[in-house]
């Protein structure tokens, strides 16, 4: 029996044929990912790179280091480390590195396969040093960012979401754990996030389920939490108002 027939007829035991179907659907059908806007912002280490020409290190030691990696088909963090570039966008402020003796002063460009493109990190700065002060990179990115922010700040600027988030998650580890499947699986964590920090309003069974397909739950997800997580709102909101005597 191959391998195939063999995960075809465990779903089929644990009647999760339909589940898997429309997972295959909805993977066969999504459109290709949109590539990120500034991609070289997410520099580990780049909080630390104060000015705009850093910035504009940063960015040209990024995209020297991918297209590198690309070619050698390698990690691009094989080819030079996150920090290393963050160190020598540091440094550009200060004692404006660009010879290969200075770069090898930091010590991730004394690593096998950065020494061996020397002379590609030197275009690289030299390229950053030699732009107009109109064409470096803003401190702050320009990208809006949606959605709510990271889920530790949420008791302080809204207990009343952080109930509501510890309450869904709750809700959707139980319902996995009752099914045999990952947490993740149920239900996307970015999903789990954004309905419980703009739930609708009633929070219903209908409400909540046309909530979660506008954020990519499947069919068979939201037959299985949209009730669940709509009752799970309802308690935090009876919890909140017994607790504040409202």
Same mark, same amino acid.
């Given at each position: 029996?191959t391998a195939?027939?063999? %995960?075809?007829?465990q779903?089929? +035991?644990?009647g /999760?044929t339909?589940w898997?179907?429309q997972?295959f659907?909805?993977i066969a059908?999504?459109p290709p ?10 520099t580990?280490? %780049?909080?630390?790179?104060r ?9 040209e030691?990024f ?5 590198i @990696?690309? /070619?050698?088909d ?9 920090? @290393? %570039?963050i160190?020598?966008?540091r440094m550009?402020?200060?004692r404006q590195p660009?010879s *290969? $003796?200075? $770069?090898?002063? %930091?010590?991730?460009?004394? +690593?096998?396969?950065?020494r *061996?493109?020397?002379?590609a990190w030197?275009a690289?700065?030299?390229r950053?040093r030699?732009l107009?002060?109109?064409e ?6 320009a990208?809006?960012?949606t959605g709510p922010p990271?889920?530790?700040? &949420?008791?302080?600027r809204?207990?009343a #979401?952080?109930a509501?988030?510890? !309450? +869904?998650r =709750?809700?959707?580890?139980t319902? @996995? !754990?009752?099914h045999?499947l990952?947490a ?12 419980? &920090? =703009?739930p609708?309003?009633?929070a219903?069974?209908?409400?909540? #389920?046309?909530a979660?397909?506008?954020y990519? #739950? *499947?069919p &068979?997800?939201?037959?299985?939490? @949209?009730?669940?997580?709509a =009752? #799970?709102?309802l308690?935090? $909101?009876v919890d909140?108002?017994?607790q504040?005597? =409202?």
């Amino acid at each position: 029996m191959t391998a195939s027939r063999r %995960i075809a007829e465990q779903l089929d +035991a644990q009647g /999760k044929t339909e589940w898997a179907r429309q997972e295959f659907a909805a993977i066969a059908s999504a459109p290709p990912s949109q590539p990120r806007p500034d991609p070289w912002r997410r520099t580990s280490g %780049i909080h630390r790179v104060r000015s705009r020409r850093g910035l504009a290190v940063v960015r040209e030691l990024f995209q020297t280091r991918d297209a590198i @990696a690309r /070619k050698a088909d390698l990690s691009p963090r094989r080819v030079l480390t996150d920090q @290393a %570039i963050i160190e020598a966008a540091r440094m550009e402020t200060t004692r404006q590195p660009g010879s *290969r $003796l200075q $770069l090898e002063q %930091i010590s991730g460009f004394r +690593a096998r396969n950065a020494r *061996r493109n020397g002379h590609a990190w030197q275009a690289a700065m030299a390229r950053a040093r030699e732009l107009a002060d109109s064409e470096l990179p803003e401190v702050t990115s320009a990208t809006v960012v949606t959605g709510p922010p990271p889920a530790h700040r &949420w008791s302080e600027r809204d207990p009343a #979401a952080a109930a509501r988030l510890a !309450a +869904a998650r =709750e809700t959707v580890t139980t319902l @996995a !754990a009752a099914h045999g499947l990952p947490a993740e699986n149920l239900l996307p964590p970015d999903a789990v996030r954004r309905l419980s &920090w =703009e739930p609708p309003d009633p929070a219903t069974p209908e409400t909540v #389920a046309a909530a979660l397909a506008g954020y990519g #739950a *499947r069919p &068979w997800q939201m037959e299985l939490t @949209a009730g669940p997580l709509a =009752e #799970a709102f309802l308690n935090t $909101l009876v919890d909140s108002a017994e607790q504040y005597g =409202e």
